[in-house]
C-alpha cells in the first residue's frame, strides 16, 4: 500500500522539477525505488500530476495567453484585421499549434514503450547526463540575438521536436526546448518563456488522455489512488507557481550551469547505485 505522505512528496517534487530543466518524470521516477515499497509511480501519476504544474503556467501567464487566443481566434476564425502586435500575439498561436504536433504524435504513436521501456533507470541515468551536457553546450555557446518576436514557423518546428524528447524521462521538457532555443540563437528568457507556452497543449492534452484513463481503471492497477493522485495535483500546482515567479527572475542575471552540473551529479550517482545493487531496476 501507498501512503498518501509518498502521494504528498511526490506532488512537491513534480513542482519543484517540472519547469527546472532536470526532468520531473526522472525524479518521481527515482523518488519511487527509496519508498517502502519501491516502485515506479507510473508515467499515468506522472501525466496527471502534471496538469497542477501546467494550470500554474495558465494562471501565471494568463494575461499573455489571453492576448493569444484573441488574437488567434479573430486572425483565423473572425477574418478580422489585426494591429502589429495582435498579428504577433496570433503567430505565436499558430507556433504553439504547430510546436505541438511531433509530441502530440509521436506520445499517442509510441504510449505503450513510454509507459514501460522508456522508465528504465540505466535509461533515465544515462540520459540525464548526455542531456545535461547538450544543455551546457547549448547555454555556453548559443548567442542572444534573438526574442520571441523572432521566432520562425522553421523554427518552432524545431522546438516541438526538441519538446518531443521530453517523452524520455530523464531530457526535461523545459531543458530539451531551452537547449533549442539556445543553440537558435534565442535569449535565456525567450527560450524559456517559449518553453512554458508551447508544453501547454502537450501537458494538458498527456494529463487528460491518463486521466480518463484512469477514471476508468476498474482493475485497480494505479499505485496510487485517484484521491492520492488529486491530492498529489494540487500541491504540484502551488509549488509550481512559486518555481515559475523564481526561474524567470533567475535565467535574467543567471546560466543554466547549476543545473547542468546537478543533472550529471545525480546521473553518475544513479549509474554507481545502480552498478552496485544498491537500486535494482
Not at 518576436?149 to 521538457?173: C, D, M, N, W
Not at 535569449?187 to 524559456?192: C, Q
Amino acid at each position: 500500500m501507498t501512503s498518501l505522505f509518498e502521494s504528498i512528496f511526490l506532488g512537491v517534487l513534480q513542482g519543484l522539477t517540472e519547469f527546472l530543466p532536470i526532468s520531473s518524470s526522472a525524479h518521481q521516477r527515482i523518488a519511487g525505488e527509496f519508498f517502502s515499497n519501491a516502485q515506479d509511480p507510473g508515467a499515468r501519476f506522472t501525466a496527471i500530476t502534471q496538469i497542477g504544474t501546467e494550470l500554474a503556467v495558465l494562471i501565471f501567464f494568463r494575461n499573455d495567453i489571453k492576448k493569444i487566443i484573441v488574437a488567434w481566434f479573430r486572425q483565423s476564425i473572425l477574418r478580422a484585421t489585426l494591429s502589429a502586435d495582435e498579428k504577433l500575439q496570433a503567430r505565436m498561436g499558430w507556433l504553439i499549434i504547430i510546436g505541438s504536433l511531433p509530441i502530440a504524435i509521436l506520445g499517442y504513436l509510441g504510449q505503450d514503450i513510454i509507459r514501460n521501456e522508456l522508465r528504465s533507470l540505466w535509461l533515465i541515468a544515462t540520459v540525464m547526463i548526455v542531456f545535461g551536457i547538450v544543455l551546457g553546450l547549448a547555454d555556453h555557446y548559443g548567442r542572444d540575438n534573438r526574442g520571441l518576436k523572432e521566432l520562425s514557423t522553421r523554427h518552432g518546428i524545431f522546438y516541438g521536436l526538441a519538446q518531443s524528447l521530453a517523452l524520455i524521462p530523464g531530457v526535461s521538457r523545459s531543458g530539451a526546448t531551452i537547449a533549442m532555443g539556445r543553440f537558435l540563437g534565442y535569449n535565456r528568457e525567450a527560450a524559456l518563456r517559449y518553453s512554458f507556452l508551447l508544453a501547454i497543449p502537450a501537458v494538458f492534452g498527456s494529463g487528460l488522455y491518463e486521466l480518463k484513463g484512469a477514471l476508468g481503471d476498474t482493475a485497480g492497477t494505479q499505485v496510487y489512488s485517484l484521491s492520492q493522485t488529486f491530492i498529489a495535483t494540487g500541491f504540484a500546482f502551488v509549488v509550481g507557481y512559486a518555481v515559475i515567479a523564481w526561474l524567470l527572475k533567475f535565467v535574467t542575471t543567471r546560466s543554466f550551469m547549476p543545473f547542468i552540473i546537478y543533472r550529471v551529479v545525480l546521473g553518475s550517482t544513479l549509474l554507481i547505485l545502480l552498478s552496485t545493487g544498491v537500486i535494482n531496476a
